[in-house]
């Protein structure tokens, strides 16, 4: 019994520095339940234990129950406590594969290529740290690009990313998803917010559009097996010519 407490002790995954303590419970639990340290059924401990043998207190606890259960890893039963949910493949299929921009129009018959507006490490912004987990002494790896298919551009990019997953950002040529995977660092799932919005005249002048057009913006934070936030993305996408197309399906009973 002793051994399956070790996981939720702050030394398995409390660091200094590393984000919210929320936040680096619910990616450290995240990551125990990927790798089957947590199998299906598992129960947590009950609220008020898992605050004294994690050293946190009981909110923090909730905030990292609730995101698990949020993304369907956990399961909370009445009466009972929260328990692993058994994986669900049906999901996965149901989810749109994750493609990067040079895979998209491969499959559209379509050669990509970019024009670097930026590229090289800085200080990150708040938003950054939040969605990387970094913290205010780090540094961030920032790719900012517009992308042509075939010689109509179609997309402004801004990728950040953290600088161990991307020492080099001069490394990133065409593909960053090829630069990532050649290190063996390629995301393995993404979650994006898809909102419209218009054009300001700078973006509306590379991406050969008039002034106040509107256009898709899609912000992604893709993530490691483990669980950990390794690239955020803000994108503009002509929506004359980009279409994104979701997959939805009824889960057979
Ligand atoms: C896609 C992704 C973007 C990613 C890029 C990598 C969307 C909305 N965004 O454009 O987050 O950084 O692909 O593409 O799909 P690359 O490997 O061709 O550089």
Redesign the pocket.
């Given at each position: 019994m002793d051994d399956d407490l070790a996981l939720f002790r702050p030394e398995a995954w409390f660091r200094a520095g590393r984000g919210p303590r929320y936040e680096q419970l619910y990616r450290h639990l995240s990551a125990a339940i990927a790798a089957g340290e947590l199998p299906p059924e598992t129960q947590l401990p009950p609220e008020r234990d898992l605050a004294l043998i994690a050293d946190v207190s009981r909110v923090t606890v909730r905030k990292a129950v609730s995101q698990l259960v949020a993304e369907g890893l956990l399961e909370q039963r009445r009466g009972a406590g929260s328990f692993v949910r058994a994986p669900q493949p049906k999901l996965e299929h149901s989810l749109s594969a994750l493609?990067?921009?040079?895979?998209?129009?491969r499959q559209r018959g379509k050669t990509?290529s970019?024009r670097i507006l930026r590229r090289g490490i800085f200080l990150p912004t708040p938003d950054e740290m939040m969605a990387l987990g970094l913290s205010p002494g780090d540094r961030v790896a920032r790719v900012e690009?517009l992308?042509f298919a075939d010689d109509t551009p179609l997309?402004l990019?801004w990728?950040s990313l953290p600088t161990d997953i991307l020492p080099e950002p001069e490394a990133?040529e065409?593909?960053?998803?090829?630069?990532?995977r050649g290190m063996g660092r390629a995301p393995t799932r993404?979650v994006?917010r898809i909102t419209a919005v218009n054009l300001t005249a700078a973006d509306a002048k590379l991406l050969q559009l008039p002034e106040g057009a509107a256009v898709l913006r899609?912000d992604?934070t893709?993530y490691l097996p483990t669980g950990r936030p390794i690239?955020f993305?803000r994108?503009l996408?002509r929506s004359d010519i980009y279409d994104?197309i979701a997959e939805l399906r009824l889960d057979a009973p």
């Open positions: 493609l990067s921009f040079t895979e998209y129009m990509s970019s690009r992308r997309a990019e990728s990133v065409t593909s960053l998803y090829d630069v990532l993404a994006q899609i992604r893709a690239e993305t994108g996408y994104f």
